[in-house]
């Protein structure tokens, strides 16, 4: 989540609601993708939709509870998991 709060702060994505609290993953990677959305086009662009990529597919594939609920995952499928982040916090890396 910090990778995620942190790339969406570096383009000024809201993280937080009125109150403080930090929104949920979904709601600011879809706060990110205007974000991104409203880019020119350009190999940064490009770059930053490969990170949101990355944020979208571990998100939906191993995150979200509601989709995935009391999944267990064997060890080929954990070190799928670990990859998908591994990738998303690399290219988030090459953002900042």
């Known amino acids: 989540e910090i990778g995620v709060r942190v790339l969406a702060a570096r ?10 609290e ?3 993953w979904g709601v600011i990677s879809s706060n990110l993708k205007s974000k991104i ?4 086009a350009s190999p940064a662009k490009d770059d930053w939709q ?11 594939g191993w995150r ?5 609920p009391e999944r267990v995952y064997t060890e080929e ?3 799928s998991t670990l990859m998908a982040s591994k990738s998303f916090m690399n290219s988030a890396l090459a953002l900042l």
Do not use: E, I
Request: proline share 3%; aromatic share 8%; net charge negative.
């Open 64 to 68: 979200t509870k509601t989709a995935h």
């Open 37 to 40: 959305d409203g880019m020119p």
């Open 77 to 79: 499928q954990a070190l």
């Open 11 to 20: 383009l000024d994505a809201t993280v937080q609601n009125s109150s403080g």
């Open 22 to 24: 930090f929104l949920s």
């Open 50 to 60: 490969d990170a949101f990529a990355f944020l979208v597919s571990a998100n939906r």
